[in-house]
């Protein structure tokens, strides 16, 4: 999807194409290890500089505005004395006291019309600040690689954009004014108390910097307790954003109560670090509070002494404590902003780390343009692993020449979709290359490489907007024309305007509003608006049931014609018709060549196509099996062919949707099931209490034969990955069959003590 076009309200300047690169070191403290985990001081700074940099004019601009606004109410208390001094003195002036109050009403407004333009333009500049680090931060996602999304939980992402953000936000647009204009007042006002008696100005001078410094003291530690309770709060999020995403799961094995209690401890978690977090956010403000409370009655007291003594008047010292209490006031507000900084600065810290994410991909400076391919694609030599314990895939050497359509097929995990993650470059490989008309994928820029590509997924993303929209997505600059032909040749406009707002109906979140089917056709439209050079398919087709699959496989074979196409699958009813089949185990390339070839040579493609053979789906989904087929099971193998007839027409065709529970373990074993199409997932109870998945079955895969012949307990669970149609035995047909045929009886039984004694 290409990168959005960021609203502009209200003439708001354009978040730059380039902005600085925010970085900091971690600091250190007597916390040791932990405080290295911080932001600093220094760091920080240095971010709102990088921030403000493309404001700087600006920003420069009306802080004169509002250093001019400082400077008078700073010099405000003096009034007094003016007033007193020269207003009111013997014998009484009344015009020349006419001009003060003017003078000091003429300073007022001025100081009010300064601080208004401050406050308007900075709030401008603000938002604009905020919506430049927004826009960064979604940029810099797009740029990154798809290594970042699976190792980062969506949740954690979601928390830097949501929470961290708006922490930033809060201080930039709340607090960092108010630190700015008591820190001008504070020094504008410490000029006017050295001014009127330098002495007691000294001492309170002092003593204000201890005070603050004890805050400052504070500040490492409640910094870290801050970004340990943000940890948690991102951990929480991502426990929050998976469990809705596998609610269907859940229920199926009753995952709620440990899911629940899991969820309490992380609560509790939380509640530790957040309150120790708060209880030093509170200190670092209560603490230069109180200070500065003790500090203005010991500089009451000295005060007094001067002028008991001679040494100060008493306008002075009136004047002197109506500024010191201004600075008291503007001290308090700088420790109210302690809290904030300190939670802005651990959000700027999660900020940065998902700015300084480097993506693993990437284009080389000198990259060029690919051309659509002509002659062949390639993956020469490569080798690849997500991980480094363990090969993805192990020296694939393979060939596709353009404008065929081959097939990648093979048991789950074997490095089927590896293979397309390369084609795509998702990923670059350890060793080898990936080559379009022997042109390394890695010397020309991805943009090219993509715009020659389409994708249709098992599970297609439809985005929550118009199906116009979602069509439009593989062709941003496609008319409405080109939308509508492109769902023709999916076979999907006649649906679409059936539907009340036709095109303009919007599809719901992940296109929740349609069928599978429904979805699947409309992402093999935004697939081919484009006219890609290569489409590649990944399992597009195994989560629909059968009629809906061999339409769309149907539709997709009028779409072949003069395009590479590409298809990941485990069913193999696509084999006969595709130019050429690739088959991979364990990483590695094991078998290539057309379907009656490779049926020849037998192999694995041959046990493969054996499994998904011998069965019937009809129209309405219901399946049955062969007579034939039943003899590649172990237990049946060895009967005869009447018998298996007798055998096959006790099966009963079962379909289940994905995300269900086929069986449970523990529960009593009263059935043999055949997957005839979908797969499934086998798993079993740790110590733990919880599910750890054993092993994947497939169509063609069977379980549960021995409770055919014996009552026992199931010793794992199965759960359907996609939807899937099943033909199950029950142990009371197979055991009455085997009553009224004493003979196959004998050879089950025979099987049965063969199996149990190897």
Known sequence: MKEEKADNP??????????????????????????????????????????????KTRFSLVFCSLLLSMVIMAAMPLSIKIITDYGLKSPPNFRLLMIILAGILSAGAIASLTFLIWDYFYSRIGASLINDLRFKMYRHLQQLSMSYYGRVPAGEISVRFLSDLSLVENFLILNFPFILNSGLFLIFSMVILFAIEWKIAIFAAISLVVSFQCGCWIEPRASVATKKTKDVQAEIASALHENIQAQSVIKVFRLHRLLTERFGHMGKRFCET??????????????????????????????????????????????????????????????????????????????????????????????????????????????????????????????????????????????KSTVLNMLMRFYDPASGSVTFDGQDIRTVTQDSLRSHISTVLQESFLFNTSIRENIRLGKEAASDAEVEEAARKAEIHDIIMGMPNAYDTLVGERGSSLSGGQRQRIAIARAIISGPAVLLLDEATSSLDQATADSINTSLSKLSKGRTVISVTHRLEMGPMVDRIFVFKGGQLLDQGSHAELLSRGGLYSELWAKQTGFHIEEDGSATVKASRLREIPILATLDDSAREAIAKLFVSEQ????????????????????????????????????????????????????????????????????????????????????ENPQIKAVIDDVAQKRATS
Request: aromatic residues 8%; proline residues 7%; contains cysteine.
């Open 656 to 739: 289940m949707p994905k995300g269900s529970s086929v069986v449970k373990f523990g529960d009593p074993g009263d059935k043999f099931y055949i997957i005839v199409r979908g797969r499934a997932t086998v798993s079993k109870p740790g110590r733990d209490g919880v599910e750890h998945q054993v092993g994947v079955i497939e169509s063609g895969d069977y379980f549960g034969e021995i409770a055919l012949i014996k009552k026992s307990p199931r010793t794992a669970t199965v759960r359907t990955d996609t939807d899937c149609v099943l033909l199950s035995l029950s142990s009371t047909h197979f055991l009455r069959l085997l009553a």
């Open 274 to 415: 957040s309150s120790r977090a708060n209880f030093l956010l509170y200190m670092t403000e209560l603490v230069p509070s109180h200070s500065v409370m003790l500090i203005g009655l010991l500089t009451l007291c000295t005060s007094a002494v001067f002028v008991y003594h001679g040494m100060l008047s008493i306008g002075d010292l009136v004047v002197f404590q109506l500024v010191l209490n201004e600075v008291a006031t503007n001290v308090s507000e700088l420790t109210w902003s302690i809290p904030s900084y300190v939670q802005a600065s651990v959000g700027m810290q999660r900020i940065t780390e998902l700015l300084e994410e480097r993506p693993e991909v990437l284009d080389q400076p000198d990259a060029g343009h690919l051309p659509r391919p002509t002659h062949e694609i390639a993956l020469n030599r490569v080798k690849f692993g997500y991980t480094p314990e363990r090969l993805n895939l192990n020296d694939v050497d393979l060939k596709i020449p353009v404008n065929q359509s081959v097939l990648f097929v093979g048991p789950s995990g074997c490095g």
């Open 10 to 55: 209200q003439g708001q300047k354009k978040p730059p194409d380039t902005l600085p690169a925010i970085s900091f070191q971690p600091e250190e403290d007597e916390e040791g290890q932990e405080a290295g985990q911080r932001m600093g001081f220094t760091a920080f700074c240095r971010c709102l500089w990088h921030l403000l940099l493309p404001y």
